[in-house]
């Protein structure tokens, strides 16, 4: 996998577990709509990220008669299941919630202790989200902060990131919230801040299952693996001109490149074996991601 390890995940999960613990004391000592939003959030965040940890699991399995090319869309699956329950179990559940305190408002008791807890589980957040920025910004190399998130092949790390960021965000409105129902009042803001958490979850769940959804079908991979096919045959004429080139990421990590090529002519069938044998060498050697690499030659596309 691209980034060498899963440490990203394991990390959400070890701060998920001491979030979701703290605000689930705190929503119910306090009885906050917006606490409890967030408690739930953070609880299926640790769901989300034990199914990515399976989906990586499952990615690394060799290939086999079933499956020639392996397991890599494996984890493309389960981070889209992932995008599914950060919408319903954390979005739909809090705009619920929402919905039911602003017909129902209930005073928030103990609001220093909420406000306590919240901070706290921002300061965790926070640094999550602050290490899953520089590790972005490692990747991604001379390439757009944003632009990278989009074209990125690590959907486990896009979806990681993606709930790290949706948490600070709505534990920072959960926070703002809770100041506004304590100092007017007003039960309503709490509700309020449960319905912009919600808002917030399905936005970012809605965004990542578009993403992970191309990778899933079947998304070329990154337009430097075509460049690198065109440049490494141009060191190997006798494989020929390019007619056609394609490539589909399979995985994180494992890229197949399929190519028509019109050879040189007048050459011998074991000549021609040979070249594109050589060709194949030099292109993994320079791109190891390459896994699989068709070649059919052709006279014309």
């Not at 020639?68 to 919630?97: D, K, N, Q, T």
């Not at 290490?131 to 990681?160: C, H, M, Q, W």
């Amino acid at each position: 996998m691209a980034g060498g390890s899963t440490g990203h995940i394991i990390q959400s999960l070890v701060v998920n577990l001491a979030i979701a613990a703290a605000k689930g004391v705190g929503a119910v000592i306090t009885g906050s709509g917006a606490m409890l939003a967030e408690t739930i959030h953070s609880a299926a965040d640790c769901g989300n990220q034990l199914l990515l940890l399976l989906g990586v699991r499952q990615a690394a399995r060799p290939s086999d008669a079933t499956h020639p090319l392996g397991y890599g869309r494996a984890l493309y699956f389960w981070s889209f299941m992932v995008a599914l329950l950060l919408f319903s179990g954390g979005g739909v559940f809090s705009i619920y919630e929402g919905i039911h305190k602003i017909q129902h408002p209930e005073p928030v008791d103990n609001v220093w202790l909420a406000i306590g807890i919240l901070l706290f589980s921002l300061a965790l957040e926070g640094y999550a989200t602050f290490s899953n920025i520089k590790e972005a910004n490692t990747r991604r190399g001379n390439k757009p902060f944003f632009r990278y998130l989009r074209d990125t092949k690590d959907s486990d790390f896009v979806v990681v990131m993606g709930e790290n960021s949706a948490a600070s965000l709505g534990l920072s409105f959960a926070l703002a919230a809770l100041l506004m129902a304590y100092f007017t009042g007003d039960a309503r803001w709490d509700a309020i801040g449960s319905l912009v958490i919600g808002v917030i979850l399905i936005g970012v769940a809605v965004f990542l299952a578009n993403e992970v959804k191309s990778l899933l079908v079947g998304e070329a991979a990154d337009p430097e693996i075509a460049e690198a096919a065109r440049a490494v045959i141009q060191a190997h004429p006798k494989v020929g001109t390019v007619l056609n080139l394609i490539t589909v990421q399979q995985g994180p990590g494992e890229v197949l490149v399929a190519l028509k090529v019109k050879p040189q002519p007048d050459l011998r069938a074991d000549e021609l074996c040979q070249a594109i044998n050589d060709f194949e060498a030099a292109l993994q050697a320079k791109r190891p991601e390459i896994r699989w690499c068709f070649i059919e030659p052709d006279l014309t596309d």
